[in-house]
């Protein structure tokens, strides 16, 4: 009686140890399956936040161009008017929502052959409409690369000195002919506030502690939740 109950013991010590190795491998495998597919739903869902975001700015980033593009397209059109030239520059400041300011920056003495700059810039500034003349242009980026490269671009970010926000621009040059030669005479910008890039990335979030910032191609820090660590050199406007 004793060894039978000694080799019953036995045997259910040791169905007992295999039930329960099992159900640790079972729960094992169970979590890490668990955990894989709960990571690869995050990262699609991540993904597709992502793509979306992109896409929202994109389209604000088209529509933007289309203003600057259409100006220099007038601009090469014939001889420039130079009131209707600022009437277009005005609308597209004031009639913009995204557009908070705008250049028409000639080459030296391209607008006319006895003066040497003129660069007519509107800015939007505590809620009204402001223009003064850029005689700096040629000295900051928004000029100079596009010159340079004979291409449309946007510039990195970088903080207004006159309206103290953080903002980029985009820059589209326009041409005329010289001596029977084709020439960039100029570029015609627009300046958008990073303001509502920095509400559409802030509303991206990935489970409970995930935040989303976004960095320019340069790795320049655009928005982030610690506001200290957005970075943009001054302009000197």
Known sequence: MIKYKSLAFKLILFLSGSCSLILLVIFTVN??????MILKSVEENARNLTLRTVNK????ALSVQKIPNGL??????????RQRMLTMLRTEVTESREIVGGAVIFAPYAFQKDLRYYAPYYYESDG???YSDYPNYFLEDVYQVPMELEASVWSEPYIDAKAKILEVTYSAPFYGRSAGKRQIKGIVTADISLAWLEKVVSSIKVLKTGDAFLISRNGTIITHPVKDLISGKQAGR
């Open 31 to 36: 979590y890490r399956f668990s955990r894989k």
């Open 57 to 60: 700015i994109d389209a604000v």
């Open 72 to 81: 220099a397209r007038f601009l090469e059109s014939g001889t420039i008017d």
């Open 128 to 130: 009204k409409l402001q």
